[in-house]
């Protein structure tokens, strides 16, 4: 067995690793929905009609840009700007891409198509949140890899 599945215990009560996993996904919310959010309103807003699965697409590619552009600028307080945006395109984007693909699945599912209702965007950011944090712990715990600081 792979010393990183042997390796890897769950501690629920390790409240520092969990806080910082915490930490680092919130940041990633963060920056994942400013593009998917903007995506998918520009859609809606705008009556321009594409299928929903395309413009999902956009969303995500969107997310995965202004999550590794705002990592980018959080790093940048201790490192250059060329060492801060390589450790964010280094980033796991196993993690912002499980958070946006569930963000996404939420919408479709809730609203069926790609749109922002008042109502379904906190059950989309508890989605993105919650999907990789387990993951995000993870890489802390057996890796010790983290981002935002």
């Known amino acids: 067995m792979s010393s990183l599945v042997k390796n890897f215990n769950i501690d629920w009560k390790d409240s520092v690793l969990w806080a910082k996993a915490r930490y680092n996904t919130l940041w990633c919310l ?6 998917d959010f903007g995506t998918i309103a ?10 929903v699965l395309s413009i ?3 969303a995500i590619i969107n997310g995965l840009i202004t999550s590794i552009l705002l990592e980018t600028v959080i790093l940048m307080r ?3 700007f060329v060492k801060a945006l390589n450790t964010a395109i280094g980033m796991s984007l196993i993690s912002m891409i ?3 693909v569930a963000m996404n ?15 379904v965007i906190p059950f989309m950011l ?13 890489r802390l715990k ?3 890899k983290s981002c935002c600081g």
């Open 30 to 35: 963060i920056g994942c929905s400013i593009g």
């Open 42 to 51: 520009f859609f809606q807003f705008t009556g321009i009609g594409w299928p």
């Open 56 to 58: 999902m697409i956009l």
């Open 78 to 80: 201790e490192l250059s």
């Open 98 to 100: 499980s958070m946006e």
């Open 105 to 119: 699945s939420v919408d479709v599912f809730l609203t069926g198509g790609a749109k922002l209702n008042w109502w």
């Open 126 to 138: 508890l989605a993105g949140y919650v999907t990789p944090l387990p993951y995000n712990y993870w």
């Open 142 to 144: 057996v890796l010790g």
